[in-house]
């Protein structure tokens, strides 16, 4: 008799896990399948998460946490959605490999997540524990680039490495594939975006070398058979690389191997945070030294990237916003604190008093852009 019941006792537990994990099962599919039928209703959803974050922001420490914390758990929904709708997608499918996409999406993670860990840490640990838990990330994630860069030839990487899909354009695939009247046609047509892929492929490895490159010194040189004549001869290169088509999503993208000046160029990038936290070390938050090592090493490594073209089309568009980005340094400490601040809130509280309308708003952004400023991952992180 106790033997029966020790053996009951035992198959209980088990049979519960069971249909534990068949309910998550049935949960998990009902929800693959929601989001890949209704990616407009999603994007409506995670909107709406957004704009919650935003209202629950404030001047208190308690409620800027929680805005943080409310905002990077819709960018987290947002990443995760588009998982799904990755997978379930041939359009969006990338060509990685499986290890260098993980290693992609911890990255993505941690971009969504610095803000709210810095202000937790700050919560919990004072001031030297916020600092502490910022070399912790800047760390992790420059060891995380690096590793792509020289294991899998990750080119320029974007920030964050999965960037949001596109989803007006599943929601017209969605459309376009519901009005096709037949599969018969669906099938021709698909046939026939095959042929012409294949069609172009092979027209591309037939097309003859232009140009090749130096084995000792890396440079791109004509060739003699591809020189024009001389009353058209020039001293540019011909432009042997095709524009990425504009319909060919990013995630379809190759990266492009860096060599020589670009790819240390590349290395300056991802070591710059660290470099800058080490300066910030040895000579304080207020020295001009640290503001100025880093924007020297951000402006190296945008001339050393700019001496090759041979880019695709989310490289170049990272390269440009890089180049925007150094706007960012007149909201960095000290030039923020000693000319820019004066000047931009002067800027905003008379554009607020001069445009209808706009007096509420502007003066919600001058009260939370001191607070805004003094998160190091808002202005410092890119």
């Given at each position: 008799?106790?033997?029966?019941?020790?053996?009951?006792?035992?198959?209980?537990p088990?049979?519960?896990?069971?249909?534990?994990?068949?309910?998550?099962?049935?949960?998990?599919?009902?929800?693959?399948?929601?989001?890949?039928?209704?990616?407009?209703?999603?994007?409506?959803?995670?909107?709406?998460?957004r704009?919650?974050?935003?209202?629950?922001?404030?001047?208190?420490?308690?409620?800027?946490?929680?805005?943080?914390?409310?905002?990077?758990?819709?960018?987290?929904?947002?990443f995760?959605?588009?998982?799904?709708?990755?997978?379930?997608?041939?359009?969006?499918?990338?060509?990685?490999?499986?290890?260098?996409q993980?290693?992609?999406?911890?990255?993505?993670?941690?971009?969504?997540?610095?803000?709210?860990?810095?202000?937790?840490?700050?919560?919990?640990?004072?001031?030297?524990?916020?600092?502490?838990?910022?070399?912790?990330?800047?760390?992790?994630?420059?060891?995380?680039?690096?590793?792509?860069?020289?294991?899998?030839?990750?080119?320029?990487?974007?920030?964050?490495?999965?960037?949001?899909?596109?989803?007006?354009?599943?929601?017209?695939?969605?459309?376009?594939?519901n009005?096709?009247?037949?599969?018969?046609?669906?099938?021709?047509?698909?046939?026939?975006k095959?042929?012409?892929?294949?069609?172009?492929?092979a027209?591309?490895?037939?097309?003859?070398?232009?140009?090749?490159?130096?084995?000792?010194?890396?440079?791109?040189?004509?060739?003699?058979?591809?020189?024009?004549?001389?009353?058209?001869?020039?001293?540019?290169?011909?432009?042997?690389?095709?524009?990425?088509?504009?319909?060919?999503?990013?995630?379809?993208?190759l990266?492009?191997?860096?060599?020589?000046?670009?790819?240390?160029?590349?290395?300056?990038?991802?070591?710059?945070?660290?470099?800058?936290?080490?300066?910030?070390?040895?000579?304080?938050?207020?020295?001009?030294?640290?503001?100025?090592?880093?924007?020297?090493?951000?402006?190296?490594?945008?001339?050393?990237?700019?001496?090759?073209?041979?880019?695709?089309?989310?490289?170049?568009?990272?390269?440009?916003?890089?180049?925007?980005?150094?706007?960012?340094?007149?909201?960095?400490?000290?030039?923020?604190?000693?000319?820019?601040?004066?000047?931009?809130?002067?800027?905003?509280?008379?554009?607020?008093?001069?445009?209808?309308?706009?007096?509420?708003?502007?003066?919600?952004?001058?009260?939370?852009?001191?607070?805004?400023?003094?998160?190091?991952?808002?202005?410092w992180?890119?």
């Amino acid at each position: 008799m106790d033997v029966q019941d020790s053996v009951r006792d035992a198959v209980v537990p088990e049979k519960l896990w069971e249909n534990l994990l068949r309910k998550y099962k049935e949960a998990w599919d009902w929800y693959e399948k929601w989001v890949r039928q209704h990616p407009e209703t999603v994007s409506n959803v995670e909107r709406t998460f957004r704009i919650v974050s935003y209202l629950l922001s404030g001047a208190g420490d308690d409620d800027q946490v929680l805005a943080e914390l409310v905002f990077s758990l819709s960018n987290l929904l947002v990443f995760f959605n588009d998982g799904i709708l990755r997978r379930a997608s041939s359009i969006f499918r990338t060509q990685l490999s499986l290890s260098q996409q993980q290693l992609m999406r911890w990255l993505t993670v941690i971009d969504h997540v610095e803000v709210f860990v810095e202000l937790a840490a700050a919560r919990m640990w004072g001031e030297i524990g916020r600092w502490v838990v910022i070399a912790i990330i800047q760390l992790m994630r420059s060891l995380l680039r690096l590793f792509l860069l020289y294991r899998y030839k990750a080119g320029i990487q974007p920030n964050p490495p999965f960037p949001p899909l596109n989803r007006e354009k599943i929601v017209k695939t969605q459309e376009q594939e519901n009005s096709m009247s037949s599969p018969q046609r669906g099938k021709s047509q698909l046939e026939t975006k095959e042929n012409r892929l294949e069609s172009t492929n092979a027209a591309g490895d037939n097309r003859p070398e232009v140009t090749f490159v130096g084995q000792r010194s890396g440079r791109i040189v004509r060739t003699l058979k591809s020189a024009p004549d001389l009353t058209q001869r020039t001293w540019k290169l011909p432009n042997t690389q095709e524009k990425d088509p504009e319909d060919v999503p990013v995630e379809n993208l190759l990266p492009s191997e860096l060599l020589g000046l670009p790819l240390t160029g590349e290395c300056i990038h991802i070591s710059r945070p660290l470099a800058h936290l080490a300066a910030l070390l040895l000579w304080g938050q207020y020295s001009w030294k640290p503001w100025l090592l880093s924007f020297t090493l951000d402006v190296a490594s945008i001339k050393l990237l700019d001496q090759s073209t041979q880019y695709n089309r989310q490289e170049k568009a990272e390269l440009k916003k890089r180049t925007f980005l150094l706007l960012f340094y007149l909201l960095r400490s000290p030039c923020f604190d000693k000319y820019t601040r004066t000047r931009l809130l002067g800027m905003m509280e008379k554009f607020g008093n001069t445009v209808p309308g706009m007096g509420f708003i502007m003066k919600s952004m001058m009260e939370y852009l001191p607070v805004w400023q003094r998160i190091y991952f808002y202005t410092w992180s890119h």
